[in-house]
């Protein structure tokens, strides 16, 4: 590698470094956990573990391991793309599964909630389309656009009027992408309003339900389908790596586009299918998810607790949220991170969110509560906060 690459990439660093928001990786420490997107346990749920391990297990015995000139599933990797080596029965079997359970046509299997983005926001809207966009809509939305020959135009956070306006301006097809609840400020969407706004012109929805899906809804079907609006939406985007406790995604669709999406959609025409293993996890965390009452209740339950036990401060802001994300929004990288390391210090694992990962000024301490943490917990972690 050149020098000049070098002194490249080390002054990229060191502008990340003296702006205090230098990202670097760290082992988790066996601290209370109130960062992580596992709301519901299910990433720990040892009963779901032993049913995902139970279920390759039977597979493998049904199939063998022996060369694959007659079987049907590869048991350890899935050996290509789904288009290639990559699909079997067991896998379009979990999709009909999946769709019957979200109330759609159809659905498509994505490797992350990433690729799903990615790859549906730059390969449907076309390059006399404009896609509308809420400001807060996650990065993997902005990456999608990027690649896209779509025009892209945002509105103001859940403002109706403002992206009213943008419709209404607005020549050509439109698309109108959002989240059913958003990952950082942990609010919904105002759904009806921007869906009655979406018929009245004519514009085709995707919404991304990653942070509702499992917690939203009598059997966790997320924030579209529990307020009855889901069979207006032209795609929704559920992943598996926060409630489900699993990785990978789904699209639900229609069946032409989901056959579009196997046309034209690059991650996923051209991705390694996810594996056995991850499919087991998936179908076993969906067979539990609907009776996950007990689990919905306690979180609902530890939220209530949290919000209820945290006073003004001076020293940050919280976020009116009814959701597991609370967000104590402190401004500057530094203070943000010097908050942080005093919470940590005291025994509860809550991570800063720096800039530009929000915007400058709105840097904050985000706080994920989870099924799992218990009372005594909470409430040592809102008095450490009330200390502060």
Do not use: W
Request: proline share 3%; aromatic share 8%.
């Amino acid at each position: 590698m050149s020098r000049a690459v070098h002194e490249h990439i080390r002054s990229k660093l060191l502008e990340r470094t003296s702006a205090d928001n230098l990202r670097t990786l760290r082992v988790n420490s066996g601290m209370a956990d109130f960062f992580s997107n596992d709301y519901l346990g299910f990433a720990r749920n040892k009963a779901l573990f032993d049913a995902a391990h139970n279920e390759v297990l039977n597979i493998a015995e049904r199939e063998g391991f022996e060369p694959m000139e007659r079987k049907s599933v590869s048991i350890s990797g899935s050996t290509g793309s789904r288009l290639l080596s990559g699909n079997n029965s067991y896998v379009e079997q979990l999709e009909q599964q999946l769709a019957e359970f979200y109330e759609g046509e159809a659905a498509l299997l994505f490797n992350s909630g990433y690729d799903a983005n990615l790859g549906i926001l730059s390969s449907i809207p076309y390059k006399d389309a404009t896609v509308i966009y809420d400001e807060l809509v996650h990065a993997s939305m902005h990456d999608g656009m990027r690649l896209g020959k779509a025009d892209r135009v945002a509105f103001r956070h859940n403002d109706l009027e403002d992206l009213k306006a943008k419709l209404r301006t607005t020549k050509g097809l439109k698309f109108v992408a959002i989240e059913a609840l958003y990952s950082m400020d942990g609010d919904e969407a105002a759904l009806a309003g921007i869906m009655a706004l979406c018929r009245q012109y004519e514009a085709a929805v995707i919404i991304d339900e990653a942070h509702s899906n499992g917690i939203i809804g009598n059997k966790g079907e997320g924030k579209a389908q529990a307020e009855g609006l889901h069979r207006d939406i032209f795609m929704r985007i559920y992943t598996f790596g926060k409630a489900i406790g699993a990785h990978g995604a789904v699209a639900i669709c229609s069946a032409e586009t989901k056959q579009f999406l196997i046309n034209y959609c690059r991650p996923f025409i051209f991705s390694t299918a996810l594996p056995m293993h991850a499919l087991a996890a998936i179908k076993a965390a969906y067979d539990h998810l609907p009776q996950a009452d007990k689990e919905r209740k306690q979180l609902n339950d530890n939220i209530a607790l949290f919000t209820g036990n945290i006073k003004p401060n001076p020293l940050f802001t919280l976020i009116e949220s009814k959701s597991p994300i609370q967000s104590l929004v402190i401004s500057g990288n530094a203070n943000t991170k010097e908050i942080a390391k005093t919470i940590q210090d005291k025994g509860y694992d809550a991570r800063p969110i720096l800039a530009p990962t929000v915007p400058t000024g709105k840097e904050r301490i985000r706080i994920c509560l989870h099924s799992f943490n218990t009372a005594e917990e909470i409430y040592d972690l809102t008095d450490a906060i009330n200390n502060l």
